[in-house]
DNA sequence: CAAACATATGAACAACTGTTCATATGTATT
DNA sequence: AATACATATGAACAGTTGTTCATATGTTTG
């Protein structure tokens, strides 16, 4: 299902960089799946959550551990997860009164340490 | 160089699990580390973005050719291709008036295609 | 060198985000 | 049942972000 092609303005090189364009339109995955995925990546997009994440990484933690980890309100840190949990990747159980949060996907840490790589070889 | 080890209030179970916080001080990158990849993950998560990373992936591209294939302002793009550049996420180079713009990153593939891996596989 | 073109940039504004504060929900203990 | 504890949640607020508009920079062409 091809993306909106109705025109914008075109300047004299969108015309003779006609083909490129074209292959572009035949290759780039839906407006819907790009939304998703920038939507995902904005989890990540944020130093509370990856310090969560990468908490979670190690062991299930409950929240207090976290907000204490992190000298950070109870509330920031279960807002947090909530938005982790919703990105689907972490999941809870509880203990009683406690509620334990692990990781809920095996890609997470994958697709840190691909940025990992990147910030590492900046020279 | 540890974190901030500057303590929050406790509650019981961080006692009982002071193991686990321990473990993970010991394991987690600094938190400049942490900022900088959240910084990084960011820069993904527009759908702006998204759209230019993916399209440069298919071939180097002039402003206004993005401009045209996504039906956007010569003015917005631009702004976004140095959000993508101070990244150093792609790079440019000047032929005449027209400036081309590529990925200068091998990883930007493997970061989006974890991304969509995560996605695809959601229920 | 003047006009046209491609791109960059600063200011302004609306929309969004993360934290805090107050309070609600749910569980265990006595 | 009442209290204490662990967590969740809604409202409010400040800070951030992406687009637009106007304009500036830099290059080519006549």
């Known amino acids: 299902m091809p993306n909106d092609v109705i025109g914008a303005e075109r300047c004299d090189c969108d015309v003779i960089h006609d083909d490129v364009v074209a292959r572009v339109r035949k290759t780039i995955p839906r407006d819907e799946t790009l939304f998703d995925l920038a939507e995902l990546f904005k989890v990540f997009g944020d130093s509370t959550r990856m310090k969560i994440l990468w908490a979670l990484d190690t062991s299930e ?34 203990d009683g009164k406690v509620i334990y949060y ?6 997470v840490r994958q697709i840190i ?11």
Chains 1, 2 share one sequence.
């Open 113 to 123: 340490d691909q940025g990992l790589t990147h910030i590492n070889e900046l020279p």
């Open 61 to 94: 933690m409950c929240v207090c551990d976290l907000a204490y980890l992190f000298n950070m309100t109870q509330s920031a840190i279960s807002h947090q997860l909530r938005v982790l949990k919703l990105a689907k990747l972490v999941k809870n159980r509880r």
């Open 102 to 107: 692990a990781l809920d996907d095996e890609h």
